[in-house]
């Protein structure tokens, strides 16, 4: 999820993306579950697979969580990198065609190289509720083929911008081949740069089969990852991916999945 003010590259002044008030009403909605959306939860598409070798860690036995970050890559990314690589930790990213993916296809390589998942969250950060199809399959397909032309995959997952789906996105999903992600940690970190808040928060929500949501667009995120990650290990968390959490179940296209 991208919030309502984002800072262009190139001017570094925020901009309004959609009113405060109506970003802070579909956040609300998209993690209550009012939004009236059937969503699957990890342990639903776990419990629904045969037996199989997968990943690594038996999400089923461990005390699973994912790290997912929207909206990059961006300048923070190659730092936020290092430290998972430093710490073995892998992550989902959900990355943005315009100003991003264009601009950092390094990043996305090394991204893919490195074991994470790379995922769509849209060309250009456009409400899918708002769209026609056409114009939904457009903001979905431009980044899959960019994602697919720079690491050798098309991707799998993607991730609604505020968190808006609705039966149109869930149709054209599924004709795309790819399943919808939300979350249930959100340390909105848009709103600060204080990172000792942002592991806070984070901390505050976590629990078994998460799916903590960041940004490493916004300054303060990455630099409060190393504590999040040590201490939700010294809880007793795996770090997984979104795929990794979910197996030996797979994503199903047109579905919506959270904890």
């Given at each position: 999820m991208l919030s309502p003010t984002k800072k262009t590259k190139k001017t570094g002044t925020p901009f309004r993306a959609a009113g405060t008030f109506s970003a802070a009403v579909a956040l609300a909605l998209a993690l209550?579950?009012?939004?009236?959306?059937?969503?699957?939860?990890p342990s639903s598409a776990r419990a629904a697979a045969a037996q199989a070798r997968f990943g690594t860690a038996?999400?089923?036995q461990a005390k699973c969580?994912?790290?997912?970050?929207?909206a990059?890559?961006?300048?923070?990314?190659?730092?936020?990198?290092?430290i998972l690589k430093e710490r073995q930790v892998p992550a989902t990213f959900f990355l943005l065609g315009k100003r991003h993916i264009e601009k950092y296809p390094e990043l996305v390589r090394r991204m893919a190289d490195e074991g994470h998942e790379v995922a769509?969250?849209?060309?250009?950060?456009?409400?899918?509720?708002?769209l026609k199809p056409a114009e939904i399959r457009e903001e979905l397909e431009r980044p899959n083929k960019e994602i697919e032309r720079?690491?050798?995959?098309?991707?799998?997952?993607?991730r609604p911008p505020q968190g808006r789906t609705d039966d149109t996105v869930h149709d054209v999903c599924r004709e795309l081949g790819m399943a919808e992600v939300l979350w249930s940690v959100t340390a909105k970190d848009y709103t600060t740069n204080d990172s000792a808040l942002i592991q806070k928060r984070v901390l505050a929500q976590a629990s078994r089969d998460g799916i903590i949501l960041l940004h490493d667009i916004y300054d303060g995120t990455v630099p409060a990852v190393p504590g999040i990650i040590d201490a939700l290990r010294e809880r007793?968390?795996?770090?997984?991916?979104?795929?990794?959490?979910?197996?030996p179940g797979k994503a199903e296209p047109g579905k919506v999945y959270r904890p």
């Open positions: 209550t579950g009012c939004a009236g959306h059937d969503t699957t939860a038996d999400c089923r969580i994912a790290l997912t970050f929207d990059g890559p961006s300048e923070n990314s190659a730092r936020l990198l290092d769509s969250h849209t060309w250009d950060h456009k409400i899918l509720t708002r720079l690491t050798g995959r098309r991707p799998t997952l993607m007793g968390y795996v770090f997984v991916t979104v795929p990794q959490l979910l197996a």
